[in-house]
């Protein structure tokens, strides 16, 4: 994780911190927190606190937000719940890939979040910097990296080492039997990421050996993760890999393939990414807000809802699909956040 591009304070003050922030905290997010996806929450359990004397903070403006193509329907639902509560503020989202919201709306400053699946790379914090955009890293899920295969597909799982060999740009096999020979005799049609994707960086570091087995390129390349399915779905000899929440929202049209990383097949699912065993392909998810930006009260206060919902199972998991985070790791980036916020407000 880059946490070189955070802001830092000092530890010593954390839990007092939080304790003089948390009110601060529920009373610009009262009302605003909701469980499942259609009506606010009224029972006292989202975290607000919505004692009935409170009314939601008066918003407008907009929030700009580009990135990551996996983290793009977990930002998306949180802002559709935000804005039932705040309706004069518009939050603008584009799927671009991580490494195509950074370098092309992020860091010369035209959006107010990058979203990324996978941690910013230092010359995209010296981009950033050098335009006078501080990012600030925040955890919100962990996802679990899926390969899909068509439904008719015989082959149920694969070694790592099967995958790279399915995916390198060197040996470039033409066949599913040219890998294992118990698989069968068609021609692989490939899909996946574009190289701006985060997914393609963390796959070709997890799998392809953090890019020494170069990454094939005669594959076609996307990045509307509703693109890959469509073609795995419309072909026996097809695969493709995207986020977890994608494949479980299309389970009834592909297969996730179980992956061996050494101790035996495992399948993707929320558990198996949070237990850690669905290992190399497991990984943490990101939002970058610009910490200027967070002197704006649309911008504050969504970035403040989206990390106080990061542990919300029914949001995180049951409608989006990825792994919420632990009470632990969710205070941590309060922290984080509510201290980037001191600095400008």
């Known amino acids: ?28 997010l009262a009302g605003c927190t909701q469980q499942g996806g259609s009506e606010p929450a009224d029972d006292g359990d989202s975290g607000s ?57 992020f860091c010369p400053g035209d959006t107010d979040f990058n979203n990324a699946s996978r941690p910013i790379k230092s010359g995209e914090l010296e981009d950033c910097q050098s335009n006078g955009v501080n990012p ?39 066949n599913w039997n040219d890998v294992n020979s118990d698989w069968p005799d068609l021609e692989f049609e490939m899909y996946g990421p574009t190289e701006a994707s985060g997914t393609y960086d963390y796959f070709n570091e997890a799998i392809m050996d953090d890019g020494e087995v170069p990454h094939r390129q005669d594959y076609s390349a996307t990045e509307q993760d509703r693109t890959i399915i469509q073609g795995v779905e419309g072909s026996t ?12 929202n299309n389970a009834d049209r592909v297969k996730a393939l179980a992956i061996d990383g050494g101790a035996g097949p495992v399948e993707p699912s929320l558990e198996s990414a949070k237990s850690g065993e669905y290992t190399p392909l497991a990984r943490p998810l990101f939002t970058y807000p610009s910490v200027d930006a967070l002197a704006k009260p649309q ?7 989206f990390v106080d919902n990061t542990d919300n199972t029914e949001i995180v998991a049951d409608d989006v699909g990825y792994v919420p985070l632990d009470a632990e790791t ?15 407000v």
């Open 1 to 28: 994780m880059a946490d070189d591009n955070a802001i830092e304070f000092d530890s010593g003050s954390r839990r007092k911190f939080l304790t003089a922030s948390a009110g601060v905290g529920a009373i610009a």
């Open 49 to 105: 606190a919505d004692d009935g004397s409170s009314e939601p903070e008066t918003l407008s403006g907009e929030v700009n937000i580009a990135g990551s193509s996996t983290v793009f329907p977990l930002a998306t639902a949180f802002a559709e719940i935000f804005q039932q509560d705040h309706p004069d503020v518009s939050i603008n989202i584009q799927s671009t890939g991580s490494g195509g919201g950074f370098a092309n709306f």
């Open 136 to 174: 600030l890293e925040l955890v919100v899920a962990t996802d679990a990296l899926t390969v899909v295969v068509n439904e008719d597909n015989p082959v149920d799982s694969m070694t790592v080492d099967e995958l790279q060999q399915v995916w390198s740009g060197d040996a470039q096999p033409a």
């Open 237 to 248: 000899s097809a695969i493709g890999y995207m986020g977890f929440s994608y494949y479980i």
């Open 299 to 305: 911008v504050r206060e969504f970035a403040r809802f």
């Open 330 to 344: 969710k205070e941590e980036m309060v922290f984080k956040l509510e201290g980037a916020i001191s600095t400008v």
